[in-house]
C-alpha cells in the first residue's frame, strides 16, 4: 500500500524542522497536553548542526550562549568543552535534548515536506510529504530554518566533472578525506573560510576560488576551564536575561569603545582595536558603538583588519586580493576564523582572484576561468561553499497555500512580508520561527529561536483558554511592519552590502532586506506588548463573541507603537 492511499496522521500541531526551532517547539507543545509531531527531511535530528559536518565546522557564538537556557537542569549538567564548539559536540547537545526531553517518539525523520494547505472549512492544515503521506492538523509551525536550503550555483560543464563535488551544508556522514588531493573551494564565506585551513592541512594542492573577499577575524578558539564553567553556571541567569535585553542575543555582548569611532584619535581607535583582536570571535563589531550605522567609523575597522591582512599574508599580490573593499565591515556576516589568513603563507594554497578572471566553466578534471585562453585549475574534488538561499528557501520550496488557496510564493514575490515574522495575512494558525522580518540571523539565534517557540506557544495556549480556534495578521499590520523592517534597515549601512541578507546571493531573488536589525530587546519588548494588549494586529476568531467591549486600537495607534519598537 503506497503512503498516499493510507488516512493523515491527525495532531493539533504539526511542526515541520528538528533543529533548535523544532525540538524546543514540540517540548513547548507537548507541555500544553498538545497532539503534536515534528516532521524532518533529515535522517537525524539537530537540524544546521546534522547537515553542516564540514571539515572545521563549528558555532561563532560563545557556546555557553549558544544553547537552550529553559531548562536550568540542561544548563546546569552539559558541559561546553571549547569557547567555540564544533559541529559533533553541538550535535550531541541536540541528540541529547531529544533524549532528555523525551521527544524522540513525536519526531518522524526522513520526512520532506512538499506542501500545506489550509483548509477553511475544517480550519486545518494539511501537510504532504514527498511520500505522499499526510499530516492534518489545527495549527502548522514551520521550523525549517533560515540557513537550510543549501545551493549550488550553476556552471557551464558542472555534469562533466569526474571527480567527486561535495557541498558544505550538505556534507557526507563518514566525512572526507583529501590526503594526496588536488582540492578547489569555491566560496569564501563562513562555511569556506571555517573548512579552508583545514582542507589545506590535508590536500596537496589547493586552489581557493574567491569572487567576494569577505572580512575575518580570529576566533581565539580555546578549552573552557573548569573556573570559567564554574562561574557561568553559577551566573547563568544573570548572563540570559543580559542576552534576552541586548541587540545581538548575547548576554556577554560589551561595547570596548563608547560612542563612534571617530571621536578617537587614531592611536585611541587602534589600541580598541587591537583589544578586539586579541579577544577574538564577532564581538569584533562592537569595538565601537557606531560601526554599522557610520560609514566613515566603520571604515576605519576596515582599514585595521586590511593592515592585520598585509602583516599577516606574505605574498604582497594575494594580500591585496583578500582585502574586502565592497561592502562595510559587519553588512555581511562577518566571518570567525582559524588561521585564515596565514593558510595563504602555505606553499600548496593559491587564491584564485574570480575578479579578475571569473569560473568560466568545469572541465571533466578541473575548473577553468577566463575566456577561450583562460587558465585551467586541475582538481580531484570540488568543495562548493557557496552558501543558501536564506531565510525564505525553506519555506518557499514548500508549496504553502493559505486561505483561498492563495500560495505563499506569489505573496512573497517582491519579497517576504510577515507581521512581526511570526505570521503572514492570508495564512491562518501558521508560524514561523525566526520568520523575515524577525531578528533571527542578526542575533545569537538560540536567544531568538526560544523567544519565538515561546511566544508562539503562549499564543497558542491562549487561543485555547479562550476558545480561539483561528489567529491571522491583518493586512495593515503586516504592512506597517514590513515597512518599519525596511525602515530600520535603511538607517544602517546593512543594506549596502550584496549579501544574502538582502537576497542577492541567488539569482533572480527580490532584493529585500530580510531580517530585522532593530535588535533582540527592542523586538521582544515589541511581541510582548502586542500578546498582553490582546494581540494587537492580530484577528483571533472568536474574539467578536468573547471580548465585546474591550478596547480595540485602530490602525493609527498601532503604527506609532510599532515604530518606537
Ligand atoms: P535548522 O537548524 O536549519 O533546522 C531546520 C530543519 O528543518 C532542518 O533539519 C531541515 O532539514 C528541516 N526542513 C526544512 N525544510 C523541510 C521540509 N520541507 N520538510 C521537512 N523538513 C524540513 N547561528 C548562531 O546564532 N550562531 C552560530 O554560531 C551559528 N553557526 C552556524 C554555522 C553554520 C555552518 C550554519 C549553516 C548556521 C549557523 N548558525 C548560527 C545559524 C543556525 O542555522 C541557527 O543557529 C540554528 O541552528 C537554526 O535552528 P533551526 O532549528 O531554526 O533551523
Ligand atoms: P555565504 O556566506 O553565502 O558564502 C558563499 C560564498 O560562495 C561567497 O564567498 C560567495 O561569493 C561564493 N559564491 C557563491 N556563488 C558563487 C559562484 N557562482 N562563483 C563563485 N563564488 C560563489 O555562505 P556560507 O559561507 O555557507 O555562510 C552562510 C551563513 O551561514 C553565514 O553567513 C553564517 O550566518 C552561517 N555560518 C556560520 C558559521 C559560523 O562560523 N558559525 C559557519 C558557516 C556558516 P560572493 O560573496 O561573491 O557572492
Known sequence: MTARSTRPVELDAVIVGAGFSGLYMLHRLRALGMRARVVEAGAGVGGTWYWNRYPGARCDSDSVEYSYSFSKELEQEWRWTERFATQPEILRYLEHVADRFDLRSDIQLATPIVSASFDDEENRWVLESELGERFTATFCIMATGCLSTWRIPEIAGQSTFQGASYHTGSWPHEGVDFTGKRVGVIGTGSSGIQSIPIIAEQAKELYVFQRTPNFSVPARNAPLTEEYQAHVRSTYGELRAKARASSGGLGAFELMGAGSALERTAAERDEIYERAWAKGGALFLGSFGDLVVNEESNKTARDFIHRKIRQIVRDPKTAEALLPDDHPLGTKRICVDTDYYATFNR?????????????????????????????????????????????????????????????????????????????????????????????????????????????????????????????????????????????????????????????????????????????????????????????????????????KGRPRRDARSERASRSSG
Open 347 to 547: 606553499p600548496n594554497v593559491t587564491l584564485v582572484d574570480l575578479r579578475r578572471s571569473p569560473i568560466s566553466e568545469i572541465t571533466p578534471s578541473g575548473i577553468k576561468t577566463g575566456g577561450a585562453d583562460g587558465e585551467e585549475y586541475p582538481v580531484d574534488c570540488i568543495v562548493y561553499a557557496t552558501g543558501f538561499d536564506a531565510m525564505t528557501g525553506a519555506l518557499l520550496r514548500i508549496d504553502i497555500r493559505g486561505r483561498e488557496d492563495r500560495a505563499l510564493r506569489d505573496e512573497w514575490e517582491g519579497g517576504p512580508r510577515t507581521y512581526l515574522g511570526l505570521m503572514c495575512a492570508g495564512f491562518p494558525n501558521l508560524f514561523t520561527v525566526t520568520g523575515p522580518g524577525s531578528p533571527s540571523v542578526l542575533s545569537n539565534m538560540t536567544t531568538s529561536i526560544e523567544q519565538h517557540v515561546e511566544w508562539i506557544s503562549d499564543c497558542i495556549a491562549h487561543m485555547r483558554a479562550g476558545g480561539f480556534d483561528r489567529i491571522e495578521p491583518t493586512v495593515e499590520a503586516q504592512d506597517d511592519w514590513v515597512e518599519h523592517v525596511n525602515d530600520v534597515a535603511h538607517m544602517t549601512l546593512y543594506p549596502k552590502a550584496k549579501s544574502w541578507y538582502v537576497g542577492a546571493n541567488v539569482p533572480g531573488k527580490p532584493q529585500v532586506f530580510m531580517p530585522y536589525v532593530g535588535g533582540v530587546g527592542a523586538y521582544r519588548a515589541k511581541c510582548t506588548e502586542i500578546a498582553e494588549r490582546g494581540y494587537t494586529g492580530f484577528v483571533l476568531r472568536g474574539e467578536e463573541r468573547r471580548s
